[in-house]
Structure formats: C-alpha cells, structure tokens
C-alpha cells in the first residue's frame, strides 16, 4: 500500500499570502495524483489531478506540481474561503490511499 | 449539473447489516466507474471500493473486504453498498464518488474522483 505523508499539519496563514503544502508518497505514483478540498461540514471538492491540471471553475490561484514521489500544492492570494483541511490522494495503485490532510487556518 | 446523492445510512448494532445506496442524475451513469469513500468522525478520508463502468472489475480495501459488496443498479442509475458484519470502526460518513477518465503523459487511460455527494451517516453500535 503507497502511503502518503502531507506536510505541515497546520498552516497558519494571512489573507494575501501564499500557502505551500506538501504530500510524499512512499514510493512513485508518477503524476497520478490529486488534491482536494474539504470545508467544514462540507464534502471534499477536487482541485488538482494529474498532480498539476485544475479541475474544471478551480481557480488559478491553486496549483500543484511534482511528479514520482514529492508533490505541492500552491495557493497563492489566500482568501478566508480558503481556510480548509486539504488531502492528496494517489490513484497510481490499489488501493487508493489519502494523505491525512493539511489543515490550512486564515 | 451531475448530482450523486447517498441513503441508507443509519444506527445498527455491531454484527448487523446496512444496505446504502447512491442515486445519480446529470450524466450517463453506465460510462463511469464509482467508487465509496468513507471519513471516521474527525479523521481523514478512506477510500474502500470501486466497481467498473461494466461492473466487470471490482475492488476493496483490505478494511472491508469479505464484508462488504459494491454493486450498481443501471435501470435505477443507482451505486449500492451492502455492509454486512458491521464494526464499531465503520461509523464513519459514506461518500459516493465519481471517476473521470483522461490519458496521462504516456497515452494510457487514468481515473481521478471527481464528483463527490455530500454523503450519509454510518453508526455503529457496539
């Protein structure tokens, strides 16, 4: 089972700064990866797959890169909607395993 | 718009069984592979199966396999989830998800879960 690390636990952040958050995996995915979005109480939403592609209305002021073992989520101009926990998820093997999640406080 | 909305979650006894099922509109639901994702009250997202558009290949997490079965119902659009032998560790909110299909760099097809439902309570009594 691939198991992924995300980094840091919490990210405390202001309105306007950008976010950096990582996700390892313990062996390659290649690029198949994704980041979602979780709001409190709400589902989780899809922001990036194929560790760097936005999913469709995401904005651009999110994205990912990285490929093999280390990736990155960007959030660049933070915004208080943007407070949230954040998970990647890897679907290069089964079975499909998340990262315990980054919660990002505004 | 696509929709995924999910039912028959409940409270049931440990040992007992729970049958949930996932109601699906906006798309043509016999050309996507499904999956359930489950989350344990304040933890992190699990995902335990995936059953094919066919429903010809089908997979668990090691969590639910044996106890578990996902299948879909193509005249109702529906994904169901039957739980048997249920847990105390398998209270958690179920969540229906959708695949959706794109080639990677290499040419060959990849699924990534795009529409997520808002998902249904499982409690498990023990």
């Known amino acids: 089972e691939i198991a992924l690390t995300q980094s840091p636990a919490t990210l405390s952040v202001s309105p306007g700064d950008t976010a950096t958050l990582s996700c390892r995996a313990s062996q390659p995915v290649r690029s198949h990866l994704s980041w979602f979005q979780q709001r409190p109480g709400q589902a989780p939403r899809i922001l990036i797959y194929g560790a760097s592609t936005r999913a469709t209305s995401i904005p651009a002021r999110f994205s990912g890169s990285g490929s093999g073992t280390e990736f990155t989520l960007t959030i660049s101009g933070l915004q208080s909607e943007d407070s949230a926990l954040y998970y990647c998820q890897q679907y290069d093997d089964w079975p499909r395993t998340f990262g315990q999640g980054t919660k990002v406080e505004i | 718009e696509v929709q995924l909305e999910e039912s028959g979650g409940g409270l049931q006894q440990a040992g007992g069984s729970l049958r949930l099922s996932c109601e699906t509109s906006g798309f043509t639901f016999s050309s996507y592979d499904m999956n359930w994702v489950r989350q344990a009250p304040g933890k992190g997202l699990e995902w335990i199966s995936h059953?094919?558009?066919?429903?010809?290949?089908?997979e668990y997490a090691d969590s639910v396999k044996g106890r578990f079965t996902i299948s879909r119902d193509y005249a109702k659009k529906s994904l169901n989830l039957q739980m048997e032998s249920l847990r105390a560790e398998d209270t958690a909110v179920y969540y229906c998800?959708?695949?959706?299909?794109?080639?990677?760099?290499?040419?060959?097809?990849?699924?990534?879960?795009?529409?997520w439902g808002k998902g249904t309570t499982v409690i498990v009594s023990s």
């Open positions: 998800v959708r695949d959706q299909g794109y080639y990677d760099s290499s040419g060959y097809p990849r699924y990534y879960m795009d529409v």
């Open positions: 059953i094919s558009a066919s429903g010809s290949s089908i």
